[in-house]
């Protein structure tokens, strides 16, 4: 049959074939085909067969006759006669339809000079059940392949082998396209083809080298070589620029040291993220004397962990690659051993608290791994002082732009750990002697692990015990630019000199942004109320007065005998809930750490004797001094702790040994919910502890009522409170008051007034209308003989609803 014929049949084929069906079945009104380019011969002889740049080809892949699956269309391609390295073959073949029972695999074939052939590229369709996906390669060709002719082969590629499908209604669509590599460096995908980069000064230290390049082939790698002499901080960044789609790449890179010809050794890799454009890749490497030389970057598709899959090329998008070659700017790793250490870290003394001694140290987080010690020292004192530190970033630096990690900068104080005879008792004195390693886990559980892994170390001088941490919050905007990095720490008394640590880290050591920063350390005296709660000694004493009586209400006198006063110096202080400190509220991050939480200032109250009925009205109202600007520090946060004298200490529970309470009392901290015994500030309108089970929302009130003064907030537990104090309270005789700063906001330190006094019970308040309501009093229960067997009711403030 003629040439012209077959194909005319063809044509009519395509114009009268049924609708997409993708099976390998015919139906009745599918017409006899006719199969062309069935071999090796035809490819090389009949025009039909040839496959020519730019003119898409139609065929069906099925055979004649009986037996219709098994076929092979074979066909020919002249390749050009300035074919070289850099000529590329684009072969792309696909199902116009949206179903076919083909998986099309498609082979370019060499002709060897013994007659065989050697495949060039080979890339299958497996869709399986679902759609058919188009088979694309590139195919990077070779000089000596000049004029000569490759083979393609179509097929099915089953699988299962026996059983291969074929279409005799949906014909694939081949194309071609030759065309030269975009990429002027190619061919550089071997160790010893990689493509030199030159590096340009451009002065005040700094060489400059730049290139650009695709990856235009079927796992396509390209290599760059570039010297990096001892002591120098490398910047290397690969960009592929945002052109509006996703390549069919993922960029990555590696980072070869010296010696790479004989052992590939990483100094650092990296992919960018499935999905992301444009896509951004950079290190910053400090080169030790050890590596310094000829080193290597490679940039590729990435491959997936074990680097088995195929990274497709793309000849539409490009890559930029940057080297600088920097000086170390940074004075302290200008030195031999520099401060990455904490045996290398820069130490200075401060000379005393009073007058107050600083100092500031000066550093940049310039390379990964980079990491920042510093050390203070701090003499004997006979007393308790503060130490205060803060970071704060500086303009200065930044000779390269920040890495595309995410920022997650840290700054950690600690003190090394000596307590006991060798090292395994300086663990366990860390790990778990509060007096040793003080430990504030309550508002961060998660930090548990990190603590005690400083304690444990065994690659440290000594077990490190972790005073304080801040973390880099980049997603909050209450804490941009590092404004929690800062912190007071109490240094207790002590009879020799200690050294506090200061680490500035990125976290992970995966970051650098070569910008300088300032750290800034305070050792300053604690104000005379905190240090004379110490009384001489090197633990903090309850401060101890008696409760008196007044007959004014709900706000006791504002005169000595009903204040105490105090100032709140160190911690962060009391927040509401757990979703404070992510949504922002506080001085601290979400994640910041101190192993003394807050400041807490302690006060025992005798509570008076007297006859039964000893409920009686408690009167609770405290003061906080602003700021000069206005600005409100931090609230007050009362935990309450009572004696129960209706308790038999000893065999029942007895004596609670950290109560603070004193021997034979049994200490009453918790609510009838096993709640802590706290006061707060809260606005919002609560149930009481008296207000019914079935009392509507409508009667809930406030239990504070907060009046705010030009130069303080006073806060007075309201008349609904009905705060009182429950008889075995009273017959307790004690009552213990410890203060402590809620939802601090700033680090400085103001006064506090706390005032608080007894009356008599019960007191009224006025409910929603204006109704004046009296609190619970006692209630004769009586007996139907009548006899008495007391009163119920009365002051239960313990009650929580």
């Known amino acids: 049959m ?25 139906d009745a009104g599918t017409p006899q085909v006719q199969d062309l380019c069935n071999s090796r011969e035809e490819a090389l002889t009949l025009a039909e067969c040839e496959l020519k740049p730019g003119e ?22 002249v390749l050009p006669a300035n074919t070289s390295a850099r000529t590329l073959l684009n072969l792309n073949g696909l199902y116009v339809a949206s179903s076919t029972a083909v998986q099309l695999s498609i082979s370019v074939l060499e002709t060897l000079p013994d007659g065989s052939e050697s495949s060039l590229a080979k890339k299958d369709d497996k869709h399986g059940q679902g759609a058919p996906k188009p088979v694309d390669m590139v195919v990077p060709l070779r000089d000596d392949l000049k004029g000569k002719t490759v083979l393609v082969l179509v097929q099915d590629a089953p699988d299962v082998v026996s059983q291969p499908k074929f279409d005799a209604r949906n014909p694939y669509r081949l194309t071609l396209q030759i065309t030269e590599n975009p990429d002027t460096h190619e061919p550089n995908d071997a160790l010893a083809a990689a493509t030199p980069l030159s590096l340009a000064s451009q002065g005040a230290g700094v060489q400059v080298g730049t290139v650009s390049g695709f990856l235009a082939t079927d796992n396509d790698v390209d290599r760059y070589t570039f010297d990096l002499p001892v002591g120098k901080v490398a910047y290397v960044s690969v960009t592929a620029p945002d052109l509006g ?62 680097d088995r899959d195929t990274s497709q090329g793309d000849v539409r998008q490009g890559y930029d690659v940057e080297i600088r070659v920097l000086d170390e700017a940074d004075a302290q790793d200008q030195t031999q051993l520099g401060n990455d250490k904490v045996g290398d870290a820069l130490l200075r003394d401060l000379a005393s608290p009073s007058p107050a001694s600083s100092t500031a140290f000066t550093g940049r987080i310039g390379y990964i791994g980079d990491q920042d010690w510093y050390g203070v020292r701090l003499p004997a004192s006979t007393v308790p002082t503060r130490l205060r530190y803060r970071v704060v970033p500086l303009a200065t630096g930044a000779r390269f732009p920040a890495l595309p990690d995410t920022p997650d900068r840290q700054v950690l104080v600690f003190t090394l750990v000596s307590k006991g005879a060798n090292r395994e008792e300086w663990r366990t004195a860390c790990t778990n002697d509060s007096t040793a390693c003080p430990k504030g886990y309550g508002e961060n559980p998660d930090i548990v692990a990190l603590v005690q892994g400083y304690c444990q170390r065994a690659d440290l001088p000594a077990p490190m015990c972790l005073h304080s941490l801040r973390e880099e919050t980049s997603n909050n905007p209450r804490f941009t630019n590092l404004s929690n990095f800062e912190g007071v720490i109490p240094v207790p008394p002590r009879a020799a000199s200690e050294l506090y640590y ?33 009384g001489g000694t090197s633990t903090e004493s309850a401060v101890s007065k008696p ?29 509401r809930n757990g979703d404070d400190r992510i949504n922002g509220r506080g001085v601290r991050g979400p994640m910041d750490y101190d192993a003394v939480p807050s ?9 008076p004797a007297v006859p039964p009925p000893e409920d009686r009205a408690w009167l609770v109202q405290w003061e906080v001094a602003k700021q000069q600007d206005g600005g409100s520090v931090h609230g007050l946060a009362l935990d309450l702790t009572f004696c129960d004298g209706d308790a038999v200490a000893g065999a029942d529970g007895g004596t609670v040994p950290d109560s603070g309470m004193g021997e034979g009392c049994v200490a009453v901290r918790a609510g009838s919910r096993n709640q802590a015994l706290t006061l707060g500030y809260r606005s919002d309108a609560l149930r009481a502890w008296h207000t019914p089970a079935n009392a509507p929302l409508s009667s809930f009130q406030p239990l504070f009522n907060l009046e705010e003064r030009p130069d303080s907030t006073v806060v007075t537990l309201a008349p609904y409170a009905c705060g009182c104090l429950e008889p075995r309270f009273i017959r307790g005789g004690k009552m213990r008051v410890d203060v402590s700063a809620a939802e601090r906001t700033s680090y400085e330190q103001v006064e506090y007034t706390l005032r608080t006094g007894y009356g008599d019970y019960p007191q009224s308040y006025t409910r929603d209308g204006g109704v004046t309501t009296q609190c619970p009093g006692l209630e004769d229960a009586g007996t139907p003989d009548g006899g008495a067997p007391g009163p119920r009711g009365g002051c239960a403030f313990t009650r929580q609803p």
């Open 502 to 534: 200061f680490n500035v880290q990125d976290d992970g050591t995966n970051w650098a942004d070569d910008k300088d920063y300032r750290l800034d350390v305070t050792w300053e005296a604690e104000d005379a109320d905190e240090v004379s709660r110490y």
């Open 599 to 607: 400041d807490v200032d302690s006060f025992m109250f005798q509570l």
């Open 245 to 306: 789609f996703v390549p069919n790449w993922r960029l990555s890179y590696q980072l070869l040291r010296p010696g790479f010809l004989t052992k590939e050794e990483k100094e650092d890799e990296g992919e960018v993220r499935p999905q992301v454009r444009p896509g951004v890749l950079a290190t910053a490497r400090k080169v030790k004397a050890e590596h310094a030389g000829k080193w290597m970057l490679v940039v590729r598709g990435y491959r997936g962990i074990s």
């Open 2 to 26: 003629k040439t012209q014929v077959r194909l005319l049949s063809l044509a009519l084929l395509a114009l009268t074939a049924c609708s997409s069906g993708g099976g390998d079945k015919e």
């Open 56 to 77: 898409p080809l139609e065929r069906l892949l099925v055979k004649e006759g009986a037996t219709r699956e098994g076929d092979q269309d074979w066909y020919r391609i």
């Open 547 to 575: 409760l008196a009586s007044t007959t004014a209400f709900p706000a006791p006198p504002d005169t000595a005998e009903y204040t105490v006063t105090g100032r709140l110096s160190h911690g962060y202080g009391r927040l």
